[in-house]
């Protein structure tokens, strides 16, 4: 499995951004991609998911009504979109996968990791 994040940049508090994930290589059709950030000095945490099967989805209670995650299937893309952006989603941004699916966000539950995409939120 083949993770690309891209998306990232420099955007002002209240501003948008949207990060996407180009997944590949993928062995059957039960598997979730989830969006994951890293800020500094702060441990790797778990942002949004969703699942391949029945697009299901879930949200850090820290970005609900903010982001939403969404997939394009015929693009094998899944995108994060990211509203009203704050100082506090600074971070480096990764795309993770994990066949089968599964619920827990914590990060050595996934299997694969995608290479970050930087996002900075200025005040």
């Known amino acids: 499995v083949q993770l690309q994040a891209s998306g990232g940049g420099l955007v002002q508090a209240g501003g948008s951004l949207r990060v996407s994930c180009a997944a590949s290589g993928f062995t059957s059709d039960n598997y979730g991609i989830g969006w994951f950030r890293q800020g500094p000095g702060k441990a790797r945490e778990g942002v949004s998911r969703i699942s391949s099967r029945d697009g299901t989805t879930w949200y850090a209670d820290s970005v609900k009504g903010r982001f939403t995650i969404s997939s394009d299937n015929a693009k094998n893309t899944v995108y994060l979109q990211m509203n009203n952006l704050k100082p506090e989603d600074t971070a480096v941004y990764y795309c993770?996968?994990?066949?089968?699916?599964?619920?827990?966000?914590?990060?050595?539950?996934?299997?694969?990791w995608g290479q970050g995409t930087l996002v900075t939120v200025s005040s």
């Open positions: 993770a996968a994990a066949q089968p699916f599964r619920t827990s966000m914590r990060p050595w539950a996934w299997d694969y």
